[in-house]
C-alpha cells in the first residue's frame, strides 16, 4: 500500500523545487537591483545632493522602501496571492531605473531619492521569495528551499556590479545614468519570470485565520528570531552603505569599490548551496551565532587598514556573517507561526527588520562624515552582542524544558 502522506509531500516539494528554481531567477535579477543603487548611490548622491553629510540619503530611501513595502506586500499576498505582489514588485523596479536616469540626467535629488525609494518597495517584495519557496514544501525541505532562494542572489553580485562596470561610462558626462535604463530593462525580464511561479491560492483562511499578531510575537523565540534578524541586517547595510563612500574618501577608484561590492554580494548569497544544510545538522540558533560573529569579525578587519584588500576583507566577511545571521533567523521565524499565520508574521518580521534598518541607514552618512569609517565599524560590536546574549538565553531555556520533560516522562 503506498503512503499517501509521503506521496502528498513528495508532489509539494516537486512543485515547490519548481518554484524554487523560478525565484532564485527572480532572486538573482532583484539583486542586480539592489546592487545597482548601493554601488552608485553614495556616488551619485555626492555629485548632486546640497552637502556630503546627504550623500547616502538615496541608499537610506531605499531602505525606507524596503520598511514600508514589508506590511503591504503582505496583505496583498494575504488577499490575492504572492503572486500579484511579484507583478507589482518588479513593475516598481522597473520605473526606479527610468526614474533614476532621468534624474541623472536633469540632476535631480530629490527625483533619484524617489527612484531609489521605489526600488525599496522592489525589495521589499523581493524578501517574499524566500517565504514564498517554503509555501507547500514539506517541513524538511523548507530550510533548504529559504536557503537555495537565497543563492540566487550570487548571480546578483556578478551580474549587478558587472552592469555598472559596462555601463557607467555611457552617456558621459551622466555617470550611471545608463546603468539605471538597463536596470529597468532587467526588471522587466524578473516580471516575466515571477509570472510563472506556481503557489498556493490564498485561502480564506488565511486573510483572518490564526492567532492575533499580538499573541504570535510575544512567543520568546519570535522574539530571539526577529532580534536577530534586525540585528544581522542593518548592521551589514550599515557598513556596506558607507563603504563605496568610505573608499573613494581614501584615495581608492569606482573600480576598487565596484570589485568590493561585487565580491561582497557573492560571500551573502554563495553560502546559501549548503546553509539549508548546516541549519538541519546544528540547527538554526547555531547557525545564527556563527554568523553574528563573522560580522564581528568583519568589524575587526575593517579597523585594521584602509587599503583597498581590508575593504574588500571587510566586505567579504560581512557577507558571509549575513548569510549565516540573516537565513537562520527566517528560519527561526518559519517555526513561530502556522500556514494561515504565515504572511501576516513574516511581513511583520520583515517590517521590523527594515524599519530598524532605515533609522540605521540615515544615521550612516552622518556618521562616516563626522567620525569616519572606524566609527562605522565600532558600531557593530553592541549589538551583535545583545543578539548573542538573547539567542543564548531563549534556546538554552528551551533544552532546559525540554530535558524537563523527558525526564517527567521517564
Known sequence: MIDVTVSEDTTDDARARRNVARLAAAQALTGANSAVIFATGAIVGVTIAPSIGLA?????????????????TGAISRRYGRRAAFLIGTGCGAITGVLGCIAILRGSFALFCLATFLGGLYGAVAQSYRFAAA???????????VSWVMAGGIFAGLLG???VQWTMDVWQPYLFAFSYLVQAAVA???????????????AAADLHGGRPLSEIVRQPRFIAAALCGTIAYPVMNLVMTSAPLAMQMCGLTVSDSNFGLQWHIVAMYGPSFFTGSLIARFGAPAIVALGLGLEAVAAVIGLSGLTAMHFWATLVMLGIGWNFGF????ALVLETHTSAERNKVQAFNDFLIFGLMAL???SSGQLLAHFGWSAVNLVVFPPVLLGLCVLALVWSSKRRVATADVAERG
Do not use: H, N, W
Open 135 to 145: 509555501d507547500g514544501a514539506s517541513a524538511a525541505f523548507r530550510p533548504k528551499a
Open 161 to 163: 556590479p558587472q552592469l
Open 188 to 202: 522587466l525580464i524578473a516580471m516575466g519570470i515571477v509570472a510563472g511561479v506556481d503557489l498556493p491560492k490564498p
Open 56 to 72: 547616502t540619503v538615496p541608499i537610506s530611501m531605499y531602505v525606507v522602501g524596503l520598511a514600508a513595502g514589508t506590511l503591504p
Open 327 to 330: 537565513v537562520g533567523a527566517s
Open 360 to 362: 540605521g541607514s540615515f
